[in-house]
């Protein structure tokens, strides 16, 4: 399988979306997070991507011009430091082609980015439950040490 992780484009929305927010296989759809997450917002999402002046990115893995993942990052200032950080915010791979390193090949995308950007700093977040996850992620990065909380 021959992967390309691009950035994100205009001539993607389509695919995107459906990748995004698909009622029966999706990004959203695996966090339950279907009704919590606005037509509007999904737009607002998708154009903030194309925008130059906002820090908001996403990149996509194309196989024979059909999307099969995304990785969404964000960088932003950091008061310990110069150089602003890098959150990688979601991370999908479509069922079908999971298994083949497609997930790790987007996280290392965001990390050649992020150096770019000159935001080496990357981190995430994920889910306790989410072991298939955190078999990636120990291969690619370090646990923080961080619990997250939020607002109730
Ligand atoms: C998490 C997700 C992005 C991973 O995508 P993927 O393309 O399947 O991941 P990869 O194939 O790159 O990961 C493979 C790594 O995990 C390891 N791994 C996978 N399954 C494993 C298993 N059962 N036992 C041990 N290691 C395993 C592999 O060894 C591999 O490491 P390697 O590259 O050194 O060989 C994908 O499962 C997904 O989209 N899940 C639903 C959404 C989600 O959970 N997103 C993350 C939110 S934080």
């Known amino acids: ?3 390309v992780i691009r950035p994100i484009e205009l001539k993607d929305k389509e695919a995107w979306t459906k990748l995004w927010c698909d009622p029966e296989q999706s990004y959203l759809e695996f966090y339950k997070g279907l009704d919590k997450v606005t037509k509007e917002a999904t737009e607002n999402t998708f154009s903030r991507f194309l925008d130059p002046n906002i820090a908001s990115y996403a990149a996509v893995a194309e ?7 995304f990785v969404t990052y964000l960088t932003h200032i950091y ?3 110069e150089q602003d950080k890098t959150y990688l915010g979601d991370l999908y791979v479509s069922p079908n082609s999971r298994l083949g390193g497609v997930g790790r ?18 981190y995430w977040s994920t889910q306790f439950e989410n072991h298939r996850a955190q078999l990636l992620y120990t291969k690619v990065g370090v646990k923080s040490g ?3 909380y939020r607002r109730p």
Request: proline share 3%.
């Open 105 to 122: 090949k987007l996280i290392e995308y965001v990390y050649g980015e992020a150096d770019k950007l000159n935001c080496p700093n990357v």
């Open 79 to 81: 008061t310990w430091s």
């Open 63 to 69: 196989v024979n011009g059909e999307l099969i993942g």
């Open 146 to 148: 961080f619990l997250l």
């Open 1 to 3: 399988m021959s992967v």
